[in-house]
């Protein structure tokens, strides 16, 4: 019975310890439900605390860096190939040597295959406008394509640096509308007409000084069928005759063309005192040079535009001795530690026309872009590089001396898109060939060896 009494009464009991044990737990469990709103604000501290917020921020400036994309243009295949080839050396060891990169910005170059044909590069420089999103872009060879090229550079607002493209037709093209074609900033090679006059009185000083004595002052012209080559002849054309010269015979051949020997032959019967030939293409002048000397022409050669690429003489051979030529040279030290570099990187000697002016061309652009970068609080972009050249280059107000070809690249109101001209800034002399080397022969102050005739 006591046993039943003590069941019942824990009977009735049982559920009041289940209540108890249950507000003792729900007690327990409360509290931290009861804590977690105060410590809700305290989870957020660590975004809010300097401490805290520096770590993830000071990754975030650091590694924030920006890619800046820029065209370069260029024969990397075709008939320039070679020159195209010496164009991605150079820029390649100039960015090598920032490690790609100005102020935040990484260069991403992107490689603009124009083939030396204007279609083609038309075609490839749209592309890397539209699918690749260049910014800007640099260098250029044929005049040709630097012509074609200036449309879509007006079109698409992309500004353009250190063009080698030198024909007139630029120029022109550049006056008729400068706000629209300014876009096509500066030319890294002057316009004929400013230079070819060096080799008309280059021959004219060497007759004056008995060096020279032709039997009758007659020339023969022969030049690529582009716009380079029709503003080349035309230029020194004009330049001849001005100084007593009569024009023989005037040709134009394709710019990739191998041979030569109907030419030389028919040049032959007609027996010009000189022969002024231009190609951009160094097999095409190389080829022309040799089939000259086989066919037995007398004519003392101008081959303007040989020496562009740094093999040369490995075309020519000696068929090449007492050809003039109108190269820039790596003479200063800073040019002779590029061309020493140049070799032990690539196996190859470079060209002063082509590797060491496209070098020239990227370092000059490094320097805008620093420039631009500093004036804009980190900020690099087309229209502000196109806006610096306009007010500070245009103007002369801030030249490029920092090259290893010329002194200075400077630029004024009256030269634009071309470079001062002139001793002291933008020049090339007139060089005469000698078993592969080159020795200046005109100006006389820079002068280290007479013009000599050929034998």
């Keep these: 019975m006591r046993s039943t009494n003590s069941r019942a009464r824990l009977q009735k009991l049982l559920p009041l310890l289940l209540i108890l044990v249950l507000a003792v737990t729900l007690a327990g469990c409360g509290q931290q439900p009861a804590a977690q709103p105060t410590a809700a604000p305290a989870a957020a501290q660590p975004t809010a605390a300097p401490a805290a917020a520096e770590p993830t921020a000071a990754p975030a400036a650091a590694g924030e860096q920006k890619v800046f994309k820029l065209g370069v243009d260029g024969p990397f295949s075709g008939p320039g ?8 050396r150079s820029f390649q060891m100039a960015m090598e040597a920032i490690n790609y990169t100005i102020g935040n910005y990484k260069i991403e170059p992107v490689w603009i295959d124009d083939q030396s044909d204007p279609a083609k590069g038309t075609a490839a420089y749209e592309q890397a406008i539209v699918q690749d999103k260049i910014q800007a872009g640099v260098l250029n060879w044929n005049s040709s394509v630097a012509v074609a090229l200036m449309e879509l550079t007006a079109k698409y607002k992309i500004p353009h640096f250190f063009g080698f493209g030198a024909t007139e037709v630029v ?23 400013k230079l070819t006059i060096s080799y008309v009185d280059a021959l004219e000083d060497a007759i004056a000084k008995g060096a020279y004595k032709p039997a009758a002052k007659t020339v023969a012209l022969a030049g690529e069928d582009t716009d380079w080559g029709r503003s080349f002849l035309k230029a020194i054309k004009g330049q001849f005759e001005a100084k007593g010269w009569k024009i023989v015979a005037e040709e134009y051949f394709p710019i990739d063309q191998s041979e030569f020997t109907p030419l030389m032959t028919k040049l032959k019967e007609v027996d010009p005192a000189v022969l002024v030939l231009s190609s951009v293409v160094t ?3 190389a080829a022309a040079i040799k089939q000259a000397d086989q066919a037995g022409l007398k004519s003392l050669i101008i081959a303007d535009g040989l020496g562009w690429a740094g093999n040369w003489y490995e075309l020519t051979g000696k068929s090449s001795d007492y050809v003039l030529d109108q190269i820039p040279q790596l003479a200063s030290d800073k040019a002779k530690a590029f061309a020493k570099a140049y ?6 000697k470079p060209s002063p026309s082509a590797a060491g002016l496209a070098y020239d061309g990227t370092n000059f652009f490094i320097a805008v872009a620093n420039e631009v970068i500093k004036a804009n609080n980190g ?17 002369g107000e801030w030249t490029y001396k920092d090259g290893i070809i010329m002194p200075e690249y400077k630029y004024m109101p009256d030269t634009i898109p071309d470079p001062v001209v002139g001793a002291g800034y933008y020049m090339f002399p007139v060089l005469q060939y000698f078993g592969g080397e080159s020795k200046i022969v005109f100006p006389n102050d820079v002068a280290n060896q007479p013009l000599q005739a050929k034998p």
Excluded: C, H, Q, R
Excluded at 379 to 392: C, P
């Design 81 to 88: 190939a070679k020159n195209g080839e010496e164009f991605k």
């Design 171 to 193: 120029n022109e093209t550049f006056a008729s509308d400068p706000e629209k074609y300014g876009y096509w900033m500066l030319k890294g090679w002057a316009s004929p007409s």
């Design 283 to 285: 097999p095409v002048s």
């Design 343 to 348: 070799e032990e990187k690539y196996g190859d």
């Design 379 to 395: 900020e690099l972009t087309g229209d502000l590089i196109y806006k610096f050249v306009k007010e500070k280059i245009w103007t």
